[in-house]
């Protein structure tokens, strides 16, 4: 089913949000990494920036300044997995409902989108243009001077971005453990098959 969401989202669209589901997302969407993630924990936040119901993008985007202004020139999502011991952590502290990343996540993120009603979806790798075409105009840009571009928290005022597939939804199911099961169980019939 296709979604089309403007932040902020309220917790009973993601409730209503299954794996294999397709997202448009429009308004704040935020990049952090993992040191993003880290000096975001230690400050407890941005003063003036209310996390509640945004969209959180696991991205190191490519910016240029132009004319006195930031451009993005290419936002590709980053590995998520990176962040699977600091997102239990975050969600914990900073109310959003959408993450944005590729890879998916682990055991750690998984029960923690079930506990704050939050979904894990994906961008589709090597396709950077378009991800900074759906991301629009930079907003605000935090840890800049001490992160670097890479690390820092930039704020997009994002439109119609996307397609986002739902790999984690806020149920406890995962696409990448359904995976990794029909995996392991092709695995064993080969062997079988084979006389191992």
């Known amino acids: 089913m296709e979604h089309r969401f403007t932040t902020p989202i309220k917790d009973e ?3 209503k949000l299954e794996v294999g589901d397709v997202l448009f997302i429009s308004g704040t969407v935020f990049t952090a990494r993992d040191e993003a993630h880290m000096e975001l924990l230690k400050d407890k936040g941005i003063p003036g920036f209310d996390f ?32 699977e011991t600091l997102e239990p952590d975050f969600l914990a502290m900073f109310p959003i409902k959408i993450i944005i990343g590729k890879g998916g996540m682990g055991p750690l993120t998984l029960d923690a989108l079930k506990k704050h009603n939050t979904v894990y979806s994906s961008f589709t790798g090597g396709a950077g243009a378009l991800a900074a075409k759906g991301l629009g105009r930079v907003r605000e840009v935090h840890y800049l001077d001490e992160l670097g571009m890479p690390e820092a928290v930039w704020v ?41």
């Open 52 to 83: 509640n119901g945004l969209v959180l993008y696991h991205c190191g985007p490519v910016m240029r300044k132009e004319d006195g202004e930031w451009k993005v020139k290419a936002a590709g999502p980053t590995t998520s997995f990176r962040m």
């Open 13 to 15: 669209d993601i409730s």
């Open 156 to 196: 997009f005022e994002a439109k119609d971005f996307g397609p986002l597939i739902v790999t984690m939804d806020a149920h406890g199911n995962s696409h990448y453990e359904e995976v990794n099961k029909r995996s392991s169980d092709n695995l064993k019939r080969i062997f079988r098959e084979r006389g191992y």
